[in-house]
DNA sequence: GTTGAAAGATTAGGTAA
DNA sequence: TTACCTAATCTTTCAAC
């Protein structure tokens, strides 16, 4: 589906827009040392590959009034019945990411709430949608969370 | 430091960019009912309340060389000196965010690398770099990473 | 908050290497 | 194909109200 960056300019482009997604089509040009148009062209082509999925403002939780993040291992129930955990989980808005992971648990999970109680009655509600077992980690304090950024050589 | 949503418009504006990073102030003024100056005011509100903290272009792991995901739990191995381990796995490119935790475990990192040889060399100058030792878990997939969005009522 | 006009950015269509 | 040029259209910005 994702094809990988092709050269140089497509890693400059990508870069640039990673690191301001609001990026005008001239400053990247300039970055990138391509006319606009060539720039257009390239950045379209990123769109079009998979490369870059999207444009987001990055919106601070605690504003939303979601100050409570944590981490939900969850195991389901019975597993000899239909494993739909992860499309039924992401019907909650409150739940951020889905992962399968390897280990003793099936799925992690990041979730974000107002307050504990609001955490409970979401637990409780996973616990039913999906018919798992849960065991939550609570995120005490954030101290970054940004791109991954590829490794410089 | 950051100020909550204070009316509907606000919380218009941000859900649009959230969706949307590239969404143009016309775009804007239409979905929040107001004139593009008046649009214009209230996202650079936004952005200086610090509501919005940026924008980010979405980019695809797997493009940028990055296909291998993990989280990764880790304890000072030390608890008597002190705890510079977010600010020195911050350095590391491969860490894409750091919390502090509640449990057993001190800190729990998401890392992205592209192999599992990449893992295992990222895992050992993380014990060195931060003097801890580490518990991870392997990301066989990933159903979705998402905003946070807040609860509706 | 609105309007409006100037500056700047994007787009599409055409041309050349 | 890939990059570039140009002109029309949109977008952003900032003044005045």
Redesign the interface.
């Known amino acids: 589906m ?4 092709e050269d140089d300019v497509d890693r400059t482009l ?1 870069a640039q ?6 990026a005008t089509l001239s400053t990247l040009a300039a970055a990138a040392g391509l006319s606009v148009s060539a720039t257009q062209a390239r950045v379209r082509r990123l769109e079009q ?18 100050p409570l ?1 944590a ?1 939900v291992a969850i195991t389901p129930l019975d597993p000899a019945q239909p494993d739909d955990a ?1 499309a039924r ?2 019907e909650l ?2 739940v ?8 003793e648990e099936s ?2 999970l990041l979730v ?3 307050s504990p109680r ?1 955490l409970d009655d979401l637990l409780t509600e996973i616990r039913q949608v999906a018919n798992v077992r849960t065991r939550t ?16 050589r």
């Open positions: 994702t094809s990988p960056l990508v827009l990673a690191a301001d997604g609001r590959r998979g490369v870059i999925r999207g444009y987001a403002a990055d919106v601070d939780p605690e504003a939303l009034g979601l993040a981490f992860p989980l992401a808005d409150a951020e990411a889905c992962y399968s992971v390897a280990g799925y992690l974000r709430v107002p609001a980690t609570v995120v005490l304090q954030t101290f970054f969370e940004r791109a991954a950024r590829p490794e410089r």
